[in-house]
């Protein structure tokens, strides 16, 4: 999944994972051939490479191979888009922009790319224009995921802050996909920033009903309880986070919070 976001909020001491850019949205699923020799389309060859370089972490490799790539077929966008999003990992953002405008250019009705490149805007602190790649890709007829961009969105422009606008996008995704669960912690989260603390149980409750617990999830259950004045849920929570993730960061914060 996009990274760290911010905290939420001085009120709040959920940790920052609860406020995450999908990572999903950004990366690729493209395997690398088996064979360790070219194969017809060597444009595509190089990309798989490419990709499977950007995945280890190993980004100057994966730029020399997608550059190749990108040499044998100068109108693939998403050759474009990964070499952007190496570039961006290598420090390169003026070269990352070229690649990822050279990207929606070519394909312009390619909804993962514009959400990479919208993901990428939002990191930089371009919000607003972040939400424009954002919008054309919700919009796009053949998007098979708008829920997905729809609470990229979301997360993006609550690091405005715009939460009014936030909650607008979370809850176009869950109309959209009723059991997302990234969409109904993100209203958790939101909700409990805001001090609604009963509307953010509800949404809590909602997600754990469809999807399984992370030690974040848990904290921050455990901090809407706690506002609540719920002291056996609260209890309750602290405890499974204690036991199903005694090595995470959320369980060494509540161990020191007593």
Do not use: W
């Not at 990229?152 to 422009?157: D, E, P, R, T, Y």
């Not at 939460?163 to 109309?175: G, M, P, Q, S």
């Not at 009963?198 to 754990?208: E, H, N």
């Amino acid at each position: 999944m996009i990274k760290r976001a911010t905290g939420l909020g001085a009120s709040s001491l959920v940790t920052v994972s609860l406020l995450v850019l999908l990572a999903g949205c950004v990366s690729t699923s493209q395997k690398v051939p088996r064979s360790t020799e070219p194969n017809d389309d060597a444009g595509d060859y190089n990309y798989q490479l490419g990709t499977e370089y950007y995945r280890k972490g190993n980004y100057v490799l994966a730029r020399d191979r997608l550059e190749r790539a990108i040499e044998l077929d100068q109108r693939n966008a998403d050759y474009y888009s990964l070499h952007a999003m190496t570039l961006v990992q290598l420090g390169q953002h003026r070269l990352a922009t070229e690649s990822f405008d050279k990207a929606t250019k070519i394909a312009p009705n390619n909804s993962d790319v514009r959400n990479a490149y919208a993901v990428y805007l939002c990191q930089q602190g371009k919000y607003d224009e972040a939400r424009v790649q954002f919008d054309r890709a919700i919009n796009i007829r053949e998007n098979e995921g708008p829920y997905v961009m729809m609470t990229n969105a979301g997360v993006c422009v609550s690091k405005k802050p715009d939460l009014v606008l936030a909650e607008k996008y979370f809850r176009d995704a869950i109309a959209v996909r009723p059991n997302y669960g990234e969409a109904l912690i993100q209203m958790a989260a939101l909700k409990h920033r805001t001090e609604d603390n009963l509307s953010a149980r509800a949404f809590m409750q909602r997600y754990l009903s469809a999807n399984p617990p992370s030690s974040g999830v848990l904290y921050l259950a455990v901090q809407i309880e706690t506002q609540l004045g719920d002291d056996r849920a609260a209890t309750n929570y602290m405890n499974q986070l204690l036991r199903e993730f005694p090595e995470s960061a959320e369980a060494r914060l509540m161990l020191r919070q007593g």
